[in-house]
């Protein structure tokens, strides 16, 4: 897709021809792919990036004097500039590469955290986060003797006003919560939060990886000491993820997993380590989808993710509007600042079922838990069905949606 400037309205017929995806067919009906939040498509660009560099410009990385694996680095560190520059990070030693937003959360969580948390000790969350953002502090928790507290959420599925500031204290060691929920579509307001935090002294981690696809993020300006994301979510290869950290905290944190690349000298007496951001990625990376990553970020960047903005806030108001005309339909998260994220159950109706029968109309969406259980109980389902957007969705898609929940009305009235 060549872009015209930032001003002009997304053409979304043209960029759905950039996902190859979004032209199969599902179950012999047009695929409607309304399951973002679990994992995005990848455009054709991402998918040229990858095939060009397995065939021609494959090769181990870092270590390799001959042309190609020098190339193949270029490609990497390059990478590593384009997510530096795309989340506003000062150094792009403040990337590090991991596989997911999980493994990101839980580098945090055993080296910083096994460094600065101990008995007695308090780790915040909230009351809506994904499962990779609770059980890596539970598990630091435990082995410490340190206290996880939980700010509580309303009924629309935003943050009480005030739960945080009451819940932080002199015990508090890091704040971790989401940006963006996936099984609610909540936006945190992350500036106020770590200006909130960070008057008590208290670190915050933020978990992006609802947020990068769908908003423009700079780490700088929210303040954030670290944060992380996936890149399968952010339209990139399935197996790369970023930490964001603060280059100061990232320095004096111990690596995460020891092998190759991470150190500086290995003798069997004593080990020295290398420098960030290699010191915490310990052996062979993901090369192809750190490339992958880095075109992913130069495609939507040529859309614009102001554009993107613009277009999901019309498609969740439009998708909104008619859920919420169905009356045997209830939303679960109806916060005042949204993504477009649907979690909705239907009266009577289990989300399996729901789900399983708009699969046979080709509309992809996903019931369960969305790993929030939590959530769940929170709001007193076992589960929800979620129709997950993003740019590449149309009003019609929507309206298949509603077509569908029509049929399962029809099945279970
Ligand atoms: N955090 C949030 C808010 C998510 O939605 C997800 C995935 O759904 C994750 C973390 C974990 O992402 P991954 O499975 O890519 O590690």
């Given at each position: 897709?060549?872009?015209a400037?930032?001003?002009t309205?997304?053409?979304?017929?043209?960029?759905?021809?950039?996902?190859?995806?979004?032209?199969?067919?599902?179950?012999?009906?047009?695929?409607?792919f309304?399951?973002?939040?679990?994992?995005s498509?990848?455009?054709?660009?991402?998918?040229?990036?990858?095939?060009?560099?397995?065939?021609?410009?494959?090769?181990?990385?870092?270590?390799g004097?001959?042309?190609?694996?020098?190339?193949a680095?270029?490609?990497?560190?390059?990478?590593?500039?384009?997510?530096?520059?795309?989340?506003?990070?000062?150094?792009?030693?403040?990337i590090v590469f991991?596989?997911?937003a999980?493994?990101?959360?839980?580098?945090?969580?055993?080296?910083?955290?096994?460094?600065?948390?101990?008995v007695?000790?308090?780790?915040?969350?909230?009351?809506?986060?994904?499962?990779?953002?609770?059980?890596?502090?539970?598990?630091?928790?435990?082995e410490?003797?340190?206290?996880?507290?939980?700010?509580?959420?309303d009924d629309?599925g935003?943050?009480?006003?005030?739960?945080?500031?009451?819940?932080l204290?002199?015990?508090?060691?890091?704040l971790?919560?989401?940006?963006v929920?996936?099984?609610?579509?909540?936006i945190?307001?992350?500036?106020?939060?770590?200006?909130?935090?960070?008057?008590?002294?208290?670190?915050?981690?933020?978990?992006?990886?609802?947020a990068?696809?769908?908003?423009?993020?700079?780490?700088?300006?929210?303040?954030?000491?670290?944060y992380?994301?996936?890149?399968?979510?952010?339209?990139?290869?399935?197996?790369?993820?970023?930490?964001?950290?603060?280059?100061?905290?990232?320095?004096?944190?111990?690596p995460f997993?020891?092998g190759?690349?991470?150190?500086?000298?290995?003798?069997?007496?004593?080990?020295?380590y290398?420098?960030?951001?290699?010191?915490?990625?310990?052996?062979?990376?993901?090369i192809?989808?750190?490339?992958?990553?880095?075109?992913?970020?130069?495609?939507?960047e040529?859309?614009?993710?102001?554009?993107?903005?613009?277009?999901?806030?019309?498609?969740?108001?439009?998708?909104?509007?008619?859920?919420?005309a169905?009356?045997?339909?209830?939303?679960?998260?109806?916060?005042?600042?949204?993504?477009a994220?649907?979690?909705?159950?239907?009266?009577?109706?289990?989300?399996?079922?729901?789900?399983?029968?708009?699969?046979?109309e080709?509309?992809?969406?996903?019931?369960?838990h969305?790993?929030a259980q939590?959530?769940?109980?929170?709001?007193?389902?076992?589960?929800?069905?979620?129709?997950?957007?993003?740019?590449y969705?149309?009003?019609?898609?929507?309206?298949?949606?509603?077509?569908?929940?029509?049929k399962?009305?029809?099945?279970f009235?």
């Open positions: 897709m060549t872009a400037t930032n001003r309205p997304l053409d979304v017929a043209r960029v759905r021809k950039d996902f190859p995806i979004l032209a199969t067919a599902s179950r012999g009906k047009p695929l409607v309304l399951d973002t939040a679990a994992s498509q990848k455009p054709q660009a991402v998918i040229d990036a990858l095939s060009a560099f397995y065939a021609s410009g494959y090769a181990n990385i870092h270590r004097l001959y042309q190609l694996s020098a190339e680095t270029r490609l990497f560190e390059g990478a590593r500039i384009r997510v530096q520059e795309f989340i506003g990070a000062a150094d792009a030693r403040e991991v596989r997911n999980t493994e990101a959360i839980n580098l945090v969580a055993y080296s910083w955290g096994r460094q600065n948390v101990g007695g000790d308090e780790i915040l969350i909230s009351a809506m986060e994904h499962h990779a953002n609770i059980v890596p502090w539970q598990m630091l928790c435990e410490k003797g340190a206290t996880l507290r939980v700010a509580p959420i629309r935003q943050l009480v006003p005030g739960g945080i500031a009451e819940l204290s002199d015990r508090t060691k890091l971790a919560i989401t940006h929920s996936n099984a609610l579509g909540t945190n307001p992350v500036r106020e939060i770590v200006e909130l935090a960070h008057a008590r002294g208290v670190k915050v981690l933020l978990d992006g990886a609802q990068v696809p769908h908003t423009s993020v700079d780490v700088r300006s929210i303040d954030c000491d670290f992380a994301f996936s890149g399968h979510k952010l339209f990139a290869p399935s197996g790369i993820g970023v930490l964001y950290g603060k280059l100061a905290h990232l320095e004096a944190m111990p997993m020891g190759g690349e991470m150190i500086a000298s290995v003798t069997f007496e004593k080990t020295t290398a420098e960030v951001p290699r010191k915490f990625e310990a052996g062979t990376p993901d192809a989808g750190v490339i992958g990553l880095g075109a992913a970020i130069d495609y939507i040529e859309i614009g993710m102001g554009r993107i903005e613009v277009w999901e806030a019309e498609l969740l108001e439009y998708a909104t509007r008619r859920l919420e169905l009356p045997q339909v209830r939303l679960v998260g109806t916060a005042e600042h949204k993504a994220v649907l979690s909705f159950v239907v009266s009577g109706v289990h989300p399996h079922d729901v789900g399983t029968i708009l699969d046979q080709g509309i992809a969406v996903r019931s369960g969305h790993c939590p959530v769940m109980d929170r709001f007193g389902v076992p589960a929800t069905t979620r129709a997950s957007l993003a740019f969705n149309t009003k019609e898609d929507v309206d298949a949606l509603i077509r569908g929940i029509e399962v009305l029809e099945i009235g």
